[in-house]
């Protein structure tokens, strides 16, 4: 028989919107008593498909006791004998962080409360800089120091894929250049390599790009065989620089064999699609055990960094969060909009993921066609990775 109690899953919703760059999957979850929680689901290009799979999911947990998270993520994962990927996982996270908020509500504390308590005092991000329009490197980048912020990330630049290798180092090794220029050497730079390359491209990247000073390079290689990372990192840590992966993993048995190889050094799971709240705590103490530091994937909308931040405030081997401001729509659709100084992201004191989400603003902008490269080919026409 179904439990009656206050904190039974009375409904599940889904609201998509266009967040400015990319469009944001929300779901809210619904206690018998009205309570409700949010998380995000919000999954670049497969924002439809996503979204019936959390549909579909949250029809099963109708009845179940919201409280008891653990039981709902084993359930969730278990009962459905297929498992993993990105549309199912990412379901999961979205259910998964909306029980957190509820929990933390129904009890007045923060997640970060429930997870253990805060570690730090403040969440330090990183932003990017001229990932899509590489003529703004030098621009952006000191527009984003002078407003205080000390990590920058770039790279990916999809529109090189047409070009032969050693006209793309040559534009990667101009672009650094400019961004040394234009902001110094008391910044950090990270280098995002989007899995575009094969291990011996992928050195060659890491030889031109090594003069400037690079605090990590993120998926030097394509993630599906993370074994072939290994003369990469050998390479990359002759040189002092980290080897950072995992937006595209989203369970501790796909982090495990990189982390027991000693391949990376900073992993990078992804609260949206990464089994949640739940999943992410355990992949950050499975990553501590080898001495891998956590840096979320989080390129994503409001409830998205505020999940993060909660796990980053509780985990004592976070080090840098991935933030998108996307303003103004981020403010336009969170109730109370969290701040952000400089660099460093303030955790408010309040119940649960300590954000909430205006629904008439959900409402107001339907999700649209996003900007965000979809398509990348070579000079012959062949078909390369985005």
Known sequence: MADRSPTVIARVQTFATFGGVRNWLFVRVETADGMHGWGEASTELWEGTVRA????LGARMIGLDAMAVERRWQEATRHGFWRGGIVLASAVAAIDQALWDIRGKRLGVPVHVLLGGPVRDRVDTYRHV???DPERTAADARALVESGVRVLKTGAWVSD???????RLGRAVERLSALRDAVGWDVDVLIDNHGRSRPDEAIRLLRALAPFRIRWIEEP?????PELVAPVAAVARDHGISVAFGERLFSRAEFRPALERGLVDVVQPDLCHAGGISEVTRIASLADTYRAVLAPHNPAGPVSTAASAQVALAVPSFSLLELCP?????S???VEPWTLEGASLTVPDRPGLGIDLDVEAL???????????????GADGSVMDV
């Open 53 to 56: 799979a959390v549909e579909e």
């Open 130 to 132: 001229a990932i899509y």
């Open 161 to 167: 894929s047409v070009l032969p290798e050693h006209e």
């Open 221 to 225: 290689i394509a993630p599906e065989s």
């Open 326 to 330: 996307d303003e103004p729509r981020r």
């Open 332 to 334: 336009e659709v969170s």
């Open 363 to 377: 409402l107001d902008v339907p999700a649209r066609p996003i900007a965000v490269p979809s398509s990348a080919y």
